[in-house]
């Protein structure tokens, strides 16, 4: 919760809203900020205004479940770097950011400092 500048409490959240964060008050608060996950283009490599460009360039397919068991496959309970997943899958990390937050969601994700993510090992 935010508050006042000079309430040394308040410093947290504060420094949070000055670096970006969103404030949410109600669940479409958090869906309305997600949003933007579900709506990554991919580019053909000509931009619309370029000879031979399109402007109509598509949305990224969603990860098949295929995808999701190798993203899964390649997590343990050993932290590790996100860029390493995409390195050992395969696949675009767009992929992989979207099923890494599927993942958190679910409570199934671990993010430690630094990046790194691991399983969360179910009790």
């Known amino acids: 919760m935010p508050g006042s500048p000079l309430d040394p409490r308040c410093e947290g959240t504060n420094g ?3 670096d970006g964060a ?8 958090v869906l309305q900020a997600l949003a933007p ?14 000879p031979g460009g399109s402007a109509d360039h598509g949305m990224a397919p969603p990860p098949s479940d295929n995808d ?3 993203i899964t496959d390649a ?13 050992h899958t ?9 099923v890494l937050l599927e993942l958190d969601i679910a409570g199934r994700l671990h993010r430690h400092p630094g990046g790194l993510v691991s399983i ?3 009790d």
């Open 16 to 18: 949070l809203l000055k």
């Open 22 to 29: 969103t404030v949410t008050t109600r669940p479409d608060d």
């Open 37 to 50: 996950l579900s709506q990554v283009e991919l580019f053909s490599g000509h931009e619309a205004d370029e």
């Open 68 to 70: 999701r068991a190798r």
């Open 75 to 87: 997590l343990g309970p050993t932290p590790v770097e996100i860029d390493d997943i995409v390195r």
């Open 90 to 98: 395969g696949l675009a990390p767009s992929a992989v950011y979207l």
């Open 120 to 122: 969360a090992m179910m």
